[in-house]
């Protein structure tokens, strides 16, 4: 299994940064068909193989990322990917 954590600062207020989370989620869901769901001030995904959260705290957005065996052989090209998404919705 792979860990990714990703943490951006922005400057967003709390409707601002939840529209940015959801379109990181948008991307993410399209692109690794993951079902995405809000429990308060975070963002769940997952489906087989793939689990996480992007959780909004203040001036933060924390991505953590839970891959499987299969996934982990993607596990840099994911968190670039991620990274740089969440870099682009929340400047």
């Not at 990322?65 to 991620?82: D, N, Q, R, Y």
Request: charge should be positive.
């Amino acid at each position: 299994m792979a860990q990714i954590s990703i943490v951006q600062a922005h400057s967003l207020s709390q409707e601002q940064a939840r529209a940015a989370a959801q379109q990181v989620a948008d991307k993410l869901a399209g692109d690794y068909q993951l079902a995405c769901k809000w429990d308060g001030d975070v963002l769940k995904f997952g489906r087989s193989g793939v689990e996480g959260a992007l959780t909004l705290q203040g001036q933060r957005a924390e991505m953590a990322i839970t891959l499987g065996f299969p996934m982990s052989a993607f596990s840099a090209a994911i968190e670039t990917k991620v990274a740089d998404k969440m870099r682009k919705v929340f400047a």
